[in-house]
């Protein structure tokens, strides 16, 4: 079993700039981030393996960066150019198999964090 704990979320104009942390209690592989709005699925918005392969969904790409540190066990969400649709709450998700490539896909990941709540108003 893993624990996740995020930190980071907050408000924020438009076109600004949040970081999102996530520390594993454990070893993980495959790690991402998802954000949920009320009502609607959660979506995948970035994932990343222990050898620093990344992937993104199109609506981020540019502007969000995903980064892990292995030795720290902790994952990060640099958003920038931040737009008032990425407004959600954003959970950090954890895997002991490789992302390998595969989608950002919430059924993949069998550990999450409580979530986080990211606002950016216009």
């Known amino acids: 079993q893993v624990q996740l704990v995020e930190s980071g979320g907050g408000s924020v104009q438009a076109g600004g700039s949040l970081r999102l942390s996530c520390t594993a209690s454990g070893y993980t592989s495959c790690m991402g981030w998802f954000r949920q709005v009320p009502g609607k699925e959660r979506l995948g918005v970035a994932s990343?393996?222990?050898?620093?392969?990344?992937r993104y969904v199109d609506s981020v790409k540019g502007r969000f960066t995903i980064s892990k540190d292995n030795a720290k066990n902790t994952l990060y969400l640099q958003m920038n150019s931040l737009k008032p649709e990425d407004t959600a709450l954003y959970y950090c998700a954890a895997d002991f198999i490789p992302c390998d490539r595969r989608p950002i896909a919430a059924d993949a990941f069998e550990f999450w964090g409580q979530g986080t709540q990211v606002t950016v108003s216009s």
């Open positions: 990343i393996d222990r050898d620093g392969s990344t």
